[in-house]
């Protein structure tokens, strides 16, 4: 079984900063993806940023140039540098992780979510 803890959500101003962590643990074969969703009051999950065992990142249209997705792939965690934020971030981000287990195939993982708030 694999655990994601997330930590770094927090209340902020408009145009403040703001970096959330990840840490997978628990039997880790490999990781494939890991990435963050977020969901707002009200609002269907959307997908902010992801990125592959490679460095490959992929964002949100709406979050390109103010957020940053970065891995330390020794310590299995993942990063979501957010700067310039807005409003419409406010919403708990939630982290996931497609990860082998025993290198015999993938299954996706969820944190528990941390709240972003941003006042305006």
């Known amino acids: 079984q694999v655990q994601l803890v997330e930590s770094g959500g927090g209340l902020v101003q408009a145009g403040g900063s703001l970096r959330l962590s990840c840490v997978a643990s628990g039997t880790i074969f490999s990781t494939k993806v890991m990435g963050w969703y977020r969901q707002a009051p009200a609002k269907q999950r959307e997908l902010v940023a992801t990125i592959t065992e490679n460095g490959n990142t992929n964002y949100l249209d709406s979050v390109k140039g103010r957020f940053t997705i970065s891995r330390d792939s020794n310590k299995n965690t993942v990063y979501l540098q957010m700067n310039s934020l807005e409003f419409e971030d406010t919403a708990v981000y939630y982290c996931?992780?497609?990860?082998?287990?025993?290198?015999?195939?993938?299954?996706?993982?969820w944190g528990q979510g941390t709240q972003v708030t941003v006042s305006s």
């Open positions: 996931y992780a497609e990860t082998s287990e025993y290198g015999l195939g993938y299954d996706t993982y």
